[in-house]
């Protein structure tokens, strides 16, 4: 079975300063991995998402992630936050494959502030 | 515009009333997907749909029921709502399958008295 988890539930970091928002997944095969964004009162949306492709995967508004599969993880990074950045972030896996169980499960999101 | 939509944005009502919360899209996606946002919880998926007439469990389903009669429309279900199913519910749309991007509505508050 596959799952995710997002360490920090709340992340505070100044303006400027490095953004790292961390999430480790569980998975028996190969999975696909997606970032997403909801800021106050909204639905979420997509920042990124990792298929397989390059590891690195750049994202907008500035993210980035890497898939690091020795390590299980997908960690979101930013080099320097910004005020707009303000939200919460959700880590996201599925799996590849031919399972008919094609559920999405996502980690249970981090607060980031941004302090000015 | 691409969107989805969802109706109503939010809802009080009462214990053993039944309601639907209706949602849309106008992308022509295939997959369809029903989510529960709770604190500390994040969104757990409660029905999905891989197309018309093809509806399947996620992890949380006791308590909904969906349709899928046309591709664009996908409501859910409470038969007899319960206070523990006061929530934040979203609905999501993916061009073919849960690999693609998903699309998200503005979310439906509901409070169930």
């Known amino acids: 079975a596959q799952s995710v988890t997002q360490l920090g539930s709340h992340v505070s970091v100044s303006e400027g300063a490095l953004v790292l928002l961390r999430c480790n997944y569980s998975?028996?095969?190969?999975?696909?991995l997606f970032w997403y964004v909801q800021y106050p009162n909204q639905g979420l949306q997509l920042l990124l998402k990792?298929?397989?492709?390059?590891?690195l995967v750049k994202g907008i508004n500035g993210f980035e992630a890497e898939f690091k599969k020795s390590e299980t993880s997908f960690h979101l990074t930013k080099p320097s936050a910004h005020m707009s950045d303000a939200a919460e972030y959700f880590c996201?896996?599925?799996?590849?494959?031919?399972?008919?169980?094609?559920?999405?499960?996502f980690g249970s999101g981090t607060r980031l502030s941004i302090r000015p | 515009e691409a969107q989805v939509t969802q109706n109503p944005r939010y809802l009080i009502t009462v214990t053993g009333k039944k309601l639907t919360v209706t949602c849309s899209q106008n992308?022509?996606?295939?997959?369809m997907s029903w989510y529960r946002q709770d604190p500390g919880l994040g969104l757990r998926q409660i029905y999905y749909?891989?197309?018309?007439?093809?509806?399947d469990k996620g992890d949380v389903p006791e308590g909904y029921k969906v349709s899928r009669k046309e591709k664009r429309n996908f409501p859910l279900i409470l038969e007899s709502p319960s206070p523990n199913q006061t929530s934040l519910y979203f609905c999501?749309?993916?061009?073919?399958?849960?690999?693609?991007?998903?699309?998200f509505g503005p979310g439906t508050r509901l409070t169930v008295l």
């Open positions: 998975s028996s095969v190969p999975p696909y």
């Open positions: 992308m022509n996606h295939e997959y």
């Open positions: 996201a896996v599925t799996t590849v494959g031919y399972s008919s169980a094609s559920k999405i499960i």
């Open positions: 749909s891989m197309n018309v007439e093809v509806t």
């Open positions: 999501a749309s993916s061009l073919s399958s849960r690999y693609n991007e998903q699309f």
């Open positions: 990792y298929t397989s492709a390059a590891t």
